[in-house]
């Protein structure tokens, strides 16, 4: 930190004890300008409050597990600088939206993670097509990938959603663009079939109206919503084709 | 020790979707195209409506046409185009993408669409007053 | 892989009928624009002139066409609106039930105001 100078903010924390009505606390911190937002979170919990709750692990951008809302926006904080805001700014920082909230800024998470065992996550790895050499092999019928693993099952995506707030029983970006990766990378019928039949729903793929903001939030290159649109364009197909070949 | 939490149901308001604080400009189409939508079904039922102007007779109608010509109507007129046009331009960009078209190219797209709304608005702005003046 | 979707919902339906519904209204909404206000002087026909110009059987056809796919198109998006505003399962169903009632009314309407002004021409 030689050469950091000293960023003054001043955090107007959300704040939700179960027995009492949401209000907002307001710490002024003072971290390094190198620092990020989750320092300056810690920072406050230090200096002023010790029963501050937020979820927060590897501080890198892996776990996954710090995402709330700054300025109404959908960050992780562990990876967003300080230097974004200005000096002496006032950043609100609020939980994620269409989570069960637990206590101050800290989401119960398994909305997402429900989302994610419906499409079966775990056989995701199974389709990695990267061979111990390092030399890709894509499964027939498969002319490029994306490595689905970016996901680090943030939420962001579920938070930034305008249909996720509409519809509670809405599968959500990040569980859609999982289920796109399995039709892409899967030849098993069966598997594909479940997945078309969990994905074509009013509460499954249509219930998405193409805001984008789940790709303009997420922290890494997962971009849900343009899987979601190749998932539009492979039912629609399967309909048409289904439609005149009974 | 264990702490038993019992998390807060979710707080879902419905009409948060509206909320574009915040919000970068895919949302802002978003809300743009439900508000054309619903000022354009409105609208439609209005149009409709006066329709049956048509059904009361010659003079009904005729007084209705001669109302219609003056230059508070026509400005509606107007408004009602860019409505047209805003939420057509917009709704051909979410039908291309939804096909897999042009999906890394949305944003474009929806520049040109709305640029094309304006431009294809003025035009009918100035037909619509020249034929009046 | 024959029938991958085991599962009828109206879901992919209305989206694909949104879009192509959309898609013909560009072109009659249009065709609409055009010949009932654009190349007409004042923008407005009068009577006389409107039953003239609805009496022709192509013009008919074409003005019916478009009120039921705008009625159809205007109808699905205030469903898709209403739904988001988180209805129970009952109250989505009315809702359908409801707007299919009002979409086959103001068809209904628009075909008997066309041809009554058809009538009345003739006569």
């Known amino acids: 930190m030689l050469n950091a100078m000293a960023h003054k903010l001043i955090l107007r924390v959300y704040r939700y004890k179960p027995d009492r009505e949401p209000y907002y606390d307001t710490?002024?911190?003072?971290?390094?300008?190198?620092?990020?937002?989750?320092?300056?979170?810690?920072?406050?919990?230090?200096d002023h409050d010790r029963t501050l709750m937020f979820r927060h692990a590897c501080h890198h951008a892996s776990c996954?597990?710090?995402?709330?809302?700054?300025?109404?926006?959908?960050?992780?904080?562990?990876?967003?600088?300080?230097?974004?805001?200005?000096?002496?700014?006032?950043l609100t920082i609020e939980p994620m939206r269409n989570f069960p909230l637990i206590t101050d800024i800290a989401v119960d998470a398994s909305p997402l993670f429900e989302r994610m065992q419906l499409v079966g996550m775990p056989i995701i790895r199974e389709a990695e097509p990267l061979r111990a050499d390092g030399k890709t092999i894509f499964p027939e019928g498969v002319r490029d990938?994306?490595?689905?693993?970016?996901?680090?099952?943030?939420?962001?995506?579920?938070?930034?959603?305008?249909?996720?707030?509409?519809?509670?029983?809405?599968?959500?970006?990040?569980?859609?663009?999982?289920?796109?990766?399995?039709?892409?990378?899967?030849?098993?019928?069966?598997?594909r079939s479940r997945i078309l039949e969990l994905i074509d729903d009013e509460h499954g793929l249509w219930r998405c109206h193409s805001a984008w903001e789940c790709t303009e939030v997420c922290p890494y290159q997962v971009n849900p919503a343009e899987a979601i649109m190749r998932l539009k364009r492979i039912v629609a197909a399967e309909k048409f084709k289904r439609l005149f070949h009974r | 020790?264990?702490?038993?939490?019992?998390?807060?149901?979710?707080?879902?308001?419905?009409?948060?979707?509206?909320?574009?604080?915040?919000?970068?400009?895919?949302?802002?189409?978003?809300?743009?195209?439900?508000?054309?939508?619903?000022?354009?079904?409105?609208?439609?039922?209005?149009?409709?409506?006066?329709?049956?102007?048509?059904?009361?007779?010659?003079?009904?109608?005729?007084?209705?046409?001669?109302?219609?010509?003056?230059?508070?109507?026509?400005?509606l007129d107007v408004i009602l185009i860019v409505g047209i046009l805003a939420h057509g331009l917009n709704g051909l960009r979410l039908t291309l993408v939804g096909l897999g078209i042009g999906v890394p190219r949305h944003k474009t797209m929806l520049w040109i669409g709305l640029v094309l709304t304006l431009a294809l608005a003025l035009l009918s702005a100035l037909a619509i007053f020249a034929a009046e003046g | 892989m024959n029938k991958p979707l085991t599962r009828?919902?109206?879901?992919?339906?209305?989206?694909?009928?949104?879009?192509?519904?959309?898609?013909?209204?560009?072109?009659?909404?249009?065709?609409?624009?055009?010949?009932?206000?654009?190349?007409?002087?004042?923008?407005?026909?009068?009577?006389a002139d409107v039953v003239t110009y609805i009496s022709n059987p192509i013009i008919f056809v074409l003005e019916v066409l478009f009120l039921i796919v705008v009625t159809w198109h205007a109808l699905l998006g205030v469903r898709a609106i209403l739904f988001d505003l988180g209805l129970k399962p009952a109250a989505e169903r009315r809702v359908t039930v409801i707007l299919t009632v009002i979409g086959v009314a103001a068809v209904g309407y628009g075909v008997w105001l066309s041809a009554t002004l058809v009538a009345r021409g003739v006569s």
């Open chain 2, 1 to 75: 020790m264990s702490v038993e939490v019992e998390p807060k149901p979710v707080g879902r308001k419905p009409l948060q979707w509206f909320d574009v604080r915040g919000r970068r400009v895919g949302m802002w189409a978003y809300v743009a195209m439900r508000l054309s939508a619903i000022g354009l079904v409105l609208y439609l039922f209005l149009h409709l409506v006066i329709l049956s102007q048509l059904a009361v007779g010659p003079s009904a109608w005729d007084g209705f046409v001669a109302l219609a010509k003056s230059p508070a109507f026509l400005a």
């Open chain 1, 145 to 191: 990938f994306d490595r689905f693993e970016n996901c680090i099952e943030c939420g962001l995506c579920l938070s930034a959603c305008p249909s996720m707030a509409a519809d509670p029983l809405y599968l959500g970006p990040v569980a859609l663009a999982a289920a796109e990766r399995v039709l892409a990378t899967s030849s098993d019928s069966a598997k």
């Open chain 3, 8 to 47: 009828e919902r109206a879901g992919s339906w209305s989206w694909i009928f949104q879009a192509f519904t959309g898609a013909l209204l560009l072109i009659l909404l249009g065709l609409h624009m055009v010949a009932q206000h654009f190349i007409v002087k004042g923008g407005l026909r009068t009577y």
């Open chain 1, 27 to 46: 710490f002024p911190v003072e971290v390094p300008d190198t620092a990020n937002v989750l320092d300056a979170i810690e920072r406050a919990w230090d």
């Open chain 1, 64 to 90: 996954g597990s710090c995402g709330l809302r700054v300025n109404g926006c959908e960050k992780l904080p562990c990876v967003t600088p300080v230097a974004d805001y200005a000096d002496g700014a006032t």
